[in-house]
C-alpha cells in the first residue's frame, strides 16, 4: 500500500511563491513516477507536473512552465513542486500522485495513488 501526504499549501499574494511537498509511505517510492495535479473551484481536475523515477525527465503543462519545478528526492520519498510568480489563476487543490513507471504521464488515469490534495489560494 502506498499512501501520499501534501502539505505546504496555503494563502499567498499574487508574485509570490510556495513549495508543496508530498510525503510518499513505502519501499518502493523509486519506481514511481511523481506527478501534480490541481483542482480550481468549477472546474476539473488538470495536469501541473511530472518527474521521471530518478527526476531525470519532466513534464509541465504550458501554464506553469517557466514558473513551475518538479523535483524528488529518493532518499526521503518526498516529490516537490516549487511555485513561482503566482497567479490568482493558480488558486486551487493541489494533488500529487504516483504511477508506475514513467511514461510522461499526463492524464488521471495513468496515475495509481493519490494525497488528499493541499489547498493553494492566490490573492490579487
Known amino acids: 500500500q502506498v499512501q501520499l501526504v501534501e502539505s505546504g499549501g496555503g494563502l499567498v499574494q499574487a508574485g509570490g511563491s510556495l513549495r508543496l511537498s508530498c510525503d510518499v509511505s513505502g519501499r518502493t517510492f523509486r519506481s514511481y513516477a511523481m506527478g501534480w495535479f490541481r483542482q480550481a473551484p468549477g472546474k476539473e481536475r488538470e495536469f501541473v507536473a511530472a518527474?521521471?523515477?530518478?527526476?531525470?525527465?519532466?513534464d509541465y503543462a504550458d501554464s506553469v512552465k517557466g514558473r513551475f519545478t518538479i523535483s524528488r528526492d529518493n532518499a526521503k520519498n518526498t516529490a516537490y513542486l516549487e511555485m513561482n510568480s503566482l497567479t490568482p489563476e493558480d488558486t486551487g487543490v493541489y494533488y500529487c500522485?504516483?504511477?508506475?513507471?514513467?511514461?510522461?504521464?499526463?492524464?488521471?488515469?495513468?496515475?495509481?495513488?493519490w494525497g488528499q490534495g493541499t489547498q493553494v489560494t492566490v490573492s490579487s
Open positions: 518527474i521521471s523515477l530518478s527526476g531525470g525527465s519532466t
Open positions: 500522485a504516483a504511477g508506475w513507471g514513467w511514461q510522461g504521464q499526463e492524464r488521471g488515469y495513468e496515475y495509481d495513488y
